[in-house]
């Protein structure tokens, strides 16, 4: 009876673990949160070459959804300086550095704990790389999707960090003629918000805030002290919480 007692008291809690799974957003550099990824980047500036600086976007849900057709993605960018820095004004035109924005959906080498949403089948890019607006003159938001195909729909579950995306950053214009500034510049970056979107619109989750209730939603560059921005004082101010309302949610996609 006893060994019986303590079993059922074992399973409870693990599925009391697995029901309180945080969802939320995780963004670290070259790796998935889970498997190790670095939260800063320090980059010397002094070079053009070498690979890309590569963001790592994942999610975990707190409840099941049955059928993702794709994700939509919101991430944050803010500087410690009072515009944003021409090294970081990037994709559109006549900006310093058009062709530096990438966007995959291949998983990292190094992915073990998380696990590609898509399995292999999504395609997605970027829609928008808005700089200075909303959040004011030193930031930019990047607007982005992924989707598999409609007979290619996945089930998705809690207590699985799942890797959405990677956002790569080349180092084009560092050093030499032309240049553009401000490399060296700290600056925070936010995994804002992740719409995970169905065939049935009124089973699309919005999901935002960290994984970990802390720190696993933003990553940093050269350390990122000082980033302040209208939408907050430094990092973990720049992303909605979790009890948002459903005007602030909607907010996001304006």
Not at 11 to 34: D, E, H, K, Q
Not at 166 to 192: A, Q, R, S, W, Y
Not at 211 to 238: E, K
Request: proline share 6%; net charge positive; glycine share 12%.
């Amino acid at each position: 009876m006893k060994k019986a007692t303590l079993l059922c008291g074992m399973l409870l809690a693990l599925v009391a673990t697995v029901a309180s799974a945080a969802p939320g957003t995780n963004l670290r550099w070259i790796s998935c949160y889970g498997d190790g990824g670095a939260q800063n980047r320090v980059f010397a500036c002094n070079t053009n070459a070498g690979a890309s600086n590569t963001l790592v976007g994942s999610i975990e849900l707190g409840v099941p959804i049955v059928g993702a057709s794709g994700h939509e993605i919101v991430m944050d960018f803010g500087s410690a300086s009072p515009t944003l820095p021409a090294w970081w004004q990037m994709r559109n035109t006549g900006t310093c550095r058009p062709t530096a924005l990438g966007f995959n959906t291949v998983p990292p080498g190094t992915a073990n704990i998380c696990v590609d949403w898509g399995q292999g089948q999504a395609n997605g890019g970027i829609g928008a790389y808005n700089i200075g607006t909303n959040g004011g003159p030193n930031t930019a938001r990047l607007v982005a999707a992924t989707a598999v195909p409609q007979t290619a729909l996945q089930d998705l579950f809690p207590g699985q960090e799942y890797f959405i995306c990677n956002v790569t950053i080349n180092n084009l214009k560092t050093v030499g003629t032309p240049v553009c500034d401000g490399c060296l510049v700290p600056v925070c970056i936010v995994f804002n918000s992740n719409k995970v979107t169905t065939p049935i619109a009124a089973n699309d989750r919005i999901i935002s805030g960290a994984t970990n209730d802390t720190d696993s939603n933003f990553a940093l560059w050269q350390g990122g002290a000082g980033v302040t921005s209208l939408r907050g004082q430094g990092c973990p101010a720049a992303t909605p919480s979790r009890n948002a309302t459903w005007g602030t949610v909607k907010s996001l996609y304006r």
